[in-house]
């Protein structure tokens, strides 16, 4: 029986074309995630870590592997090859891949309580309310560091719904990668080249 498959596309940096061609594979690099990110890369460091941690007890991952590859679901979605970036069409064993929801995925990186729903976005509000806190964005950095380690627990917890899609839709869902094996490559983009 076939394998099934999925298509994904994934911009990365035309560096990776060398290793792709040395190694018969891509791999993601901690260093290559903070060199992304430049300045901003302390801040979102221990969102990829944790989402690193979390996603390896989905889908195993391989060991010299140290961060996710991000990938878009729809040509649509992608982003388009530009100055120093080329964009990989994949064809990826559907047993290869993690999703997860983007938007959801914005609470992590701002490291604020992810809720199940609207009545727990609510109650949520009002727990912070009884709490005396205004925002949740103080509990990892800001006034409130270290005084409600509970609380960076339960928000913690609450970011294991970025993994669960409750709404399919090309613009929320992402798919990730440990790894881009040559064979899954089934077509490189340049920049200037139309994303099919």
Same mark, same amino acid.
């Not at 944790?50 to 992608?78: G, M, Q, R, Y």
């Not at 992810?114 to 950095?141: C, I, M, R, T, W």
């Not at 490559?185 to 080249?193: A, D, F, H, Q, W």
């Given at each position: 029986?076939?394998?099934?498959?999925?298509?994904? #596309? &994934?911009?990365?940096?035309?560096?990776?074309?060398?290793?792709?061609?040395?190694?018969?594979?891509?791999? @993601?690099?901690?260093? #290559?995630?903070?060199?992304?990110?430049?300045?901003?890369?302390?801040?979102?460091?221990?969102?990829?870590?944790?989402?690193?941690?979390?996603?390896?007890?989905?889908?195993?991952?391989?060991?010299?592997?140290?961060?996710?590859?991000?990938?878009?679901?729809?040509?649509?979605?992608?982003?388009?090859?530009?100055?120093?970036?080329?964009?990989?069409?994949?064809?990826?064993?559907?047993?290869?891949?993690? #999703?997860?929801?983007?938007?959801?995925?914005?609470?992590?990186? @701002?490291?604020?309580?992810?809720?199940?729903?609207?009545?727990?976005?609510?109650?949520?509000?009002?727990?912070?309310?009884?709490?005396?806190?205004?925002?949740?964005?103080?509990?990892?950095?800001?006034?409130?560091?270290?005084?409600?380690?509970?609380?960076? &627990?339960?928000?913690?917890?609450?970011?294991?719904?970025?993994?669960?899609?409750?709404?399919?839709?090309?613009? @929320?869902?992402?798919? @990730?990668?440990?790894?881009?094996?040559?064979?899954?490559?089934?077509?490189?983009?340049?920049?200037?080249?139309?994303?099919?």
């Amino acid at each position: 029986m076939m394998e099934k498959t999925v298509t994904l #596309y &994934t911009r990365q940096n035309d560096k990776t074309l060398r290793q792709l061609e040395r190694d018969g594979r891509i791999i @993601n690099h901690r260093a #290559y995630v903070q060199m992304h990110f430049g300045d901003i890369a302390p801040l979102f460091m221990e969102s990829y870590d944790w989402f690193t941690k979390e996603a390896s007890k989905i889908l195993e991952k391989p060991e010299d592997v140290h961060a996710p590859i991000w990938c878009s679901i729809s040509p649509d979605n992608c982003l388009k090859p530009i100055e120093g970036t080329v964009v990989y069409v994949l064809e990826v064993p559907e047993n290869k891949v993690i #999703y997860f929801d983007d938007v959801k995925w914005d609470y992590v990186l @701002n490291r604020i309580y992810l809720p199940d729903d609207e009545a727990d976005a609510k109650a949520y509000k009002q727990h912070l309310k009884e709490l005396g806190v205004s925002n949740g964005f103080e509990f990892f950095e800001g006034r409130y560091k270290g005084v409600y380690p509970e609380e960076v &627990t339960r928000i913690k917890e609450s970011w294991k719904r970025a993994f669960r899609i409750d709404h399919w839709t090309i613009f @929320n869902v992402c798919g @990730n990668i440990w790894e881009i094996k040559k064979e899954w490559v089934k077509r490189i983009i340049k920049p200037g080249e139309e994303v099919r």
